[in-house]
């Protein structure tokens, strides 16, 4: 039963992100930067081996400097996943959980035989399914066309899947409690991306330290910064491990960010099995 | 499921508060109501009387701010107490990107169906509702209003629930369709279906139903039987002329008199007494002025319980 719910569910997120065109729009346009690198990317293969790489109209010979091109671009596609695609993603998204509460759809889904806390959670993990498959495709063709058309395979770049999905799933945390809150796909969107834009002043924790004045002030800086989503830290971890460095401090970012996306979806959930409809 | 009882409301209120300036509405007040197993109910009561709160409350998508409500002896706020039911929304707005097929599959499987009985039971049930096969896969968006109004009912219908509430099942409908979903539901009453009916349409209502309850301004104004209630059928006697003793005699048998210009009229409730009256009226010379057929239907008990 909870299973047949539960992909029934997540099915029909999936309808609405292709009624929609989210999920075609998504998905053509990691298909444009696919083709991008397809045919962008020239290599001389002599005797087996790479003899030249051209990219962006940049020609190598050497190996180190093919790694060095590799590790560019998979650093620029990591960028891009990361920022441009996360805000399509959220905006594509915000919709997706306010239409469920529109008056006649959901008194409708209240009357089955399912928890509330479970219709809520089968739209998030759905729209979660929309991005990640999103991302596993790019990052994965990518990757091959990069790793046969190089001879390098490196998986490191593969980790971007794991925190483009991880940060994504912590923003859609914040679309859900919006959503349910204002039944507002523009709410919703002002919010989250307004978060994203904070993060990377927020990071700039060192400098602020020693720009503030007062005790007070810098406790307060803390404060918001340990407590909201760390999207700019975790994105500059995820170039760091794509580039092949250490990440230092990795985990703070990542568990606290952690901590974030499940108390805004406890508090969603909260809203969501108190509201009358 | 043990009760005798399709749904118990015991002192059900909720009350909205605005926000700025708290004023309290009183959307259900205080409302308890029964409805058997197998009975076909009507909710009925003017706009703003707090039907659709009420059915609401029995769905758990409003909260009761007191009191409490049952479904075949289960809390209706739980979850399970919802499996029996089927229910059809007034307004429902089903979205436009299903297929009819996809919408009774979607919904079925909330109701956790699997894929095996939910192949066999959508074109049964869409057949069922008078849509034709052809346009199971055709887009929701495409449908008229009484296309998605049969659609509506054929997803209520779909996990063959025991208990059929229904918000206006007949709106936008025409009415040949009317007649055909009255057909439908009259089949499923048949087979021991309860259908709890909210409608504004009293004579849909009066047809179909064998209890009503009239709610206004969120209160129970009136419940019963509709043969109860509407027993206000029978025959309207207008006489002249009628000696004192004759008309205590006749008052005694009529169940309303009251005087008139030129004489008395009396009401009685079936044909026999009103027969009776006219032989005793014409034995003693009485003048017989008219004798009228008349009827109590649902409308004037519903203007009189909201009046009052």
């Not at chain 1, 093919?66 to 915000?94: E, K, N, Q």
Request: hydrophobic letters at 50%; aromatic letters at 10%; charged letters at 20%.
């Amino acid at each position: 039963m909870t299973a047949i719910v539960t992909a029934a569910l997540i099915r029909d997120t999936f309808r609405e992100a292709f009624a929609r065109k989210i999920f075609w729009a998504l998905f053509g346009l990691s298909t444009v930067l696919i083709a991008f690198f397809i045919f962008l990317m020239r290599i001389d293969v002599v005797e087996g081996a790479n003899a030249t790489v051209s990219l962006f109209g940049h020609t190598s010979g050497r190996t180190t400097e093919v790694r060095r091109l590799v590790d560019g671009a998979y650093g620029g596609i990591a960028t891009f996943l990361y920022t441009w695609a996360m805000f399509l993603a959220v905006f594509a998204s915000a919709g997706l959980i306010p239409s469920i509460l529109e008056p006649g759809r959901i008194e409708l889904l209240l009357s089955k035989p399912v928890r509330r806390s479970h219709i809520l959670l089968g739209r998030y993990a759905g729209n979660i399914l929309v991005v990640a498959l999103n991302s596993i495709y790019l990052v994965l063709a990518v990757w091959i066309v990069f790793g046969i058309k190089t001879g390098i395979w490196e998986q490191q770049f593969l980790v971007a899947i794991l925190t483009t999905v991880f940060i994504f799933a912590v923003l859609l945390s914040i679309v859900v409690l919006a959503g349910v809150l204002f039944d507002s796909p523009a709410v919703a969107t002002m919010i989250t991306v307004g978060l994203m834009i904070m993060s990377p002043i927020l990071a700039q924790t060192r400098i602020m330290m020693k720009l503030l004045s007062s005790e007070w002030s810098r406790d307060a800086w803390r404060i918001v910064y340990y407590t909201l989503p760390k999207v700019y830290d975790i994105g500059k971890i995820t170039l760091d491990i794509v580039a092949g460095h250490s990440a230092p401090d990795a985990w703070m970012p990542v568990w606290s960010s952690a901590l974030f996306g499940a108390a805004m979806l406890s508090a969603a959930l909260f809203v969501f099995s108190k509201r009358n409809f | 499921m043990s009760s005798e009882y399709a749904i118990e409301a015991e002192r059900l209120t909720k009350i909205y508060r605005s926000r700025l300036s708290r004023r309290e509405i009183r959307a259900v007040d205080d409302v308890s109501l029964q409805v058997r197993r197998g009975a076909t109910y009507g909710l009925l009561g003017p706009n703003g009387a707090g039907k659709t709160t009420f059915v609401k409350m029995l769905l758990s998508a409003v909260h009761p701010t007191s009191g409490g409500a049952r479904v075949f002896g289960e809390d209706a706020s739980r979850p399970e107490a919802r499996r029996p039911i089927g229910y059809l929304p007034e307004n429902h707005r089903f979205p436009t990107y299903f297929t009819g097929f996809g919408m009774l599959d979607f919904y079925a499987a909330l109701s956790g169906l699997d894929q095996a009985t939910r192949g066999k039971r959508i074109p049964e049930v869409f057949a069922r509702v008078g849509l034709e096969e052809k346009f199971g896969d055709m887009r929701v968006g495409k449908y008229s209003k009484g296309m998605l109004q049969r659609l509506g009912l054929a997803q209520a219908l779909i996990h063959a629930p025991t208990l059929l509430i229904l918000d206006e099942p007949a709106d936008g409908v025409d009415p040949v369709g009317r007649r055909e979903i009255r057909d439908i539901l009259t089949g499923l009453e048949q087979q021991g279906v309860t259908i709890f009916i909210n409608s504004h349409q009293l004579v849909e209502v009066e047809l179909f139903c064998d209890e009503v309850a009239i709610l206004c301004k969120g209160k129970l104004a009136l419940s019963g039987k509709v043969k109860d209630l509407t027993a206000g059928k029978g025959y309207r006697l207008a006489a002249a002329q009628v000696p004192d003793a004759l008309q205590q005699a006749l008052c005694a048998q009529a169940s309303l008199v009251a005087a008139r210009d030129h004489g008395v009229e009396f009401q009685f409730p079936t044909r026999e007494l009103a027969n009776h009256a006219v032989d005793l009226l014409r034995s003693q010379k009485c003048e017989i002025e008219s004798l009228i057929p008349t009827s109590s239907t649902l409308e004037e008990v519903f203007v009189k319980a909201v009046e009052q």
